[in-house]
């Protein structure tokens, strides 16, 4: 005898998960046709009844897509937002913007959890946070697919529901140092965030250590400083390594907001960007490029970054497959960096 099936033991017989499952069953246009007819002989064959109640409760779900930011302030992710509201409006989705503050007491998966009940999301865009330690069923309980994007993935890529989309951070500042290095500098040193903050970002001091030991090249903790995103900190982190040592020509900075801080840090003792000492930032935003100097970077591809996050939700939406994807990043070479 069968025992009573339930909505995830017919996603499990048909290769889908609970999110297509619950598509069909309330007659939503955006499955693809074979799925939903696969979909529809095994529920026949097995005489599964819907429960009216979870029928009624996914009935009320909006034409709207969440877009979570973790922080309050970022130029970096505002920007993708701007694409990211673009792309879900070609599909005819409204789109919700929920700002995460870093200093929030609640986990980043908690409040993804209660923004797409509260607000009966179709779908939801992650920009940034930490996703690293979440479990499978917290995700899988929600029945709405999730894209992260700029966020750290490594626990949830087992979940059928998220797909994401981002860099390399680690290689990424690799191979920036080393390109540093190939410019002759060997006196480099790194704003970098705090060890606590668990981020893309702190991976990058990960990047600039190897690219250190690879070349030879002595770690030296006089010329690592701690900043937390902000110009203020960028700028007090640059005071701090220039109190404590003269012989540093470069200086790698984990965001561009923090490498204009530093910069301005320099300008006001007197000193000059770059003949005394070069920048490189990390981002590519746009305040970068229009400073005084401009600010070399590690540029991040947000147009793409947005697009994909889009493209990779509506394809989970329609019962596709989950994706990961990593796209590459490009050195930009401006005023604030010199040739040794």
Do not use: W
């Not at 033991?9 to 499952?21: N, P, R």
């Not at 503050?101 to 998966?109: F, G, I, N, V």
């Not at 939801?124 to 917290?138: A, I, K, R, S, T």
């Not at 970054?305 to 070479?333: C, P, Q, R, W």
């Amino acid at each position: 005898m069968r025992k009573n099936m339930n909505i995830k033991d017919i996603a499990k017989i048909s290769g889908v998960g609970v999110t297509t499952v619950s598509r069909v069953i309330n007659n939503h246009s955006d499955v693809k046709k074979e799925t939903r007819e696969r979909i529809l002989k095994i529920i026949d064959e097995y005489n599964y009844i819907p429960n009216n109640s979870a029928r009624n409760l996914k009935r009320t779900e909006t034409k709207t897509i969440g877009v979570l930011v973790k922080g309050v302030y970022n130029p970096f992710f505002s920007r993708i937002v701007r694409v990211i509201e673009m792309e879900i409006a070609k599909h005819n989705y409204a789109m919700i913007l929920h700002y995460n503050p870093k200093d929030c007491t609640s986990s980043d998966t908690n409040v993804a959890a209660e923004l797409i009940k509260e607000k009966k999301l179709s779908g939801l865009v992650c920009l940034g946070g930490n996703y690293d330690l979440c479990e499978n069923h917290q995700i899988e309980a929600l029945e709405t697919p999730i894209v992260l994007c700029s966020a750290v993935v490594s626990g949830c890529t087992g979940s059928a529901l998220i797909s994401s989309v981002g860099i390399d951070d680690n290689e990424a500042a690799y191979r920036g140092v080393k390109k540093l290095i190939e410019l002759g500098h060997r006196e480099i040193g790194m704003i970098r965030i705090k060890d606590d903050d668990i981020s893309g970002c702190q991976v990058r001091y990960d990047g600039y250590i190897s690219a250190l030991k690879d070349s030879n090249i002595g770690v030296n903790e006089d010329y690592v400083a701690v900043g937390d995103y902000s110009f203020e900190s960028g700028h007090q982190a640059m005071n701090q390594l220039l109190n404590r040592s003269s012989k540093i020509s470069v200086v790698f900075v984990a965001t561009d907001i923090m490498a204009i801080g530093a910069t301005r840090a320099i300008l006001e003792k007197g000193l000059r960007v770059p003949e005394d000492i070069s920048i490189l930032g990390f981002d590519g935003i746009d305040f970068a490029e229009y400073y005084m100097p401009s600010i070399s970077t590690i540029k991040q591809p947000v147009g793409l970054l947005g697009e994909k996050s889009v493209e990779l939700l509506f394809e989970l939406m329609k019962g596709g497959e989950k994706n990961h994807y990593k796209l590459d990043t490009e050195f930009i070479a401006r005023e604030s960096l010199k040739t040794m």
